[in-house]
């Protein structure tokens, strides 16, 4: 079976995918250096080779993607990077696997993880250099879908039938109160005995919701006194009395940046725990790179918290 001969260059796809994130000509042109009639005389040629309209034009109001422009970025994004990784490959024969990988954390386990794994990773290879981007779980996922993040560490909350997911370790909820708090001296904490108290939500989204979910067994859900997207501000707030939160990740420290201290409790009762892994997009083919970052993360992260 002979090859089928290709009608568009990796130039195109590179101005293809410059002027969708720009949604300008003109935006492109100037990240590109180049004409803007380049990039437009370029996009044309793209559009006929696929015979599809990957852009609406609006006149004096830049452009948009079309739903087969959406279909294709992520694919072209990563055809790019498969090139890039190639000319690497070539320049770095001599060091192995090289390349750029675009890393996404979960912002409530990026502090204690995601520059631990880094760190690591680069001292055993060279050539390989990181992107990173923390968010919620919802922004991590679009971020996989679309191209823009090869690879992700989240915990299993929420995953459907787009995300491939690599389990790894299984973190238990526990409760985290206020140094000075009734039930501190308890080493387990019910649920129950929380409902009335004051709640600092961790506010992620799908987080937010696992963590309320632990109480639908007593009919009512706790609702937020306070509450914060980034984790440090949360313990900050449960160290300072305002009230008691629920985490996931292990902590290896029980005070805050100021100064104040609180206290991890079990909770009493058999509650689901939420596994970390690492997420990929089940449309794209993932490159040698991140498969060995893949198999990184399982083997360094099972061993420093599997007991």
């Not at 709640?199 to 992620?204: A, K």
Request: glycine share 6%.
């Amino acid at each position: 079976m002979e090859n089928t001969p290709l009608h568009y260059s990796l130039r195109q796809l590179r101005y293809f995918v410059a002027t969708a994130e720009a949604l300008s000509f003109t935006a492109a042109a100037k990240r590109l250096h180049v004409s803007q009639p380049s990039i437009s005389s370029a996009l044309s040629e793209l559009e006929n080779a696929f015979g599809l309209q990957l852009f609406i034009r609006h006149h004096a109001h830049g452009l948009s993607l079309t739903q087969a422009g959406r279909d294709l970025l992520g694919r072209a994004r990563d055809l790019l990077k498969s090139a890039e990784e190639l000319q690497i490959a070539a320049r770095h024969s001599d060091t192995g696997i090289a390349g750029t990988i675009s890393l996404g954390c979960l912002t409530s386990v990026a502090p204690p993880l995601m520059p631990w794994l880094m760190s690591r990773f680069l001292n055993a290879r060279t050539g390989v250099e990181f992107q990173t981007r923390e968010g919620d779980q919802e922004t991590l996922f679009v971020g996989l879908r679309d191209g823009t993040l090869d690879v992700a560490l989240t915990y299993d909350i929420d995953i459907d039938d787009t995300i491939d997911f690599t389990p790894i370790v299984e973190f238990p909820p526990y409760v985290l109160l206020p140094a000075k708090h009734r039930l501190a001296a308890s080493e387990q904490v019910s649920l129950k005995d929380l409902l009335d108290e004051p709640y600092v939500m961790l506010d992620l989204a799908h987080s937010k919701e696992y963590f309320a979910s632990l109480f639908d067994r007593y009919g009512n859900r706790p609702v937020a006194a306070f509450s914060s997207s980034q984790p440090e501000v949360v313990r900050g707030m449960v160290a300072n009395g305002l009230g008691y939160s629920i985490h996931n990740f292990p902590l290896r420290n029980s005070q805050t940046v100021d100064g104040g201290r609180f206290v991890a409790r079990a909770i009493k009762e058999k509650v689901k725990p939420a596994v970390l892994g690492v997420a990929r997009s089940t449309r794209s083919h993932p490159r040698q790179l991140i498969r060995d970052f893949t198999a990184f993360c399982y083997d360094e992260v099972s061993r420093a918290w599997t007991k």
